[in-house]
């Protein structure tokens, strides 16, 4: 599916679920990882993560669609648009909206890069991000730190 098409889905399904039309763009997002699709305020386009579609298919995409078109309907009319606003889980639930878009990409795992070792006592402090050992101390015995790099 391409953005045209994507386009064209969006506005049929406007007109079927909310009976008004869809006046703006919308188009797939690549760069969204953690969300389904997105409504811009600002210019009221719609953007959807491809990943969606591919990994679950037209009907998933769908109710991203009537998500997202429940807060493109209700900002224009000056409603709550928000998630957290009646109008909004009212909408969305005579459309038959999800409220929640599956999990595409899991969370990646980072490994610790760095231990901070205690030289007095020998503890240890294993970190993702690097850090200054002149500016902290050991938490046991307040000893002095020493930064190694973990392969």
């Not at 999990?103 to 200054?132: H, W």
Request: glycine residues 8%; proline residues 4%; positive net charge.
């Amino acid at each position: 599916m391409n953005d045209q098409e994507l386009q064209r889905l969006v506005e049929r399904i406007s007109r079927e679920s909310f009976g008004k039309p869809f006046r703006h763009r919308a188009y797939f997002n690549p760069r969204l990882r953690t969300t389904g699709g997105r409504y811009l305020l600002s210019t009221h386009h719609i953007e959807i993560n491809p990943g969606q579609y591919a990994v679950y298919g037209e009907e998933e995409l769908i109710n991203i669609i009537k998500h997202e078109l429940c807060h493109y309907h209700l900002h224009l009319e000056g409603k709550g648009y928000r998630h957290r606003d009646r109008d909004f889980k009212e909408l969305l639930q005579q459309v038959g909206g999800t409220r929640y878009c599956k999990q595409v990409n899991p969370p990646k795992i980072r490994a610790f890069k760095y231990e901070l070792i205690c030289t007095e006592c020998g503890m240890s402090y294993k970190r993702k991000k690097r850090m200054d050992p002149k500016r902290y101390r050991c938490g046991k015995c307040r000893g002095k730190l020493m930064l190694k790099e973990l392969k």
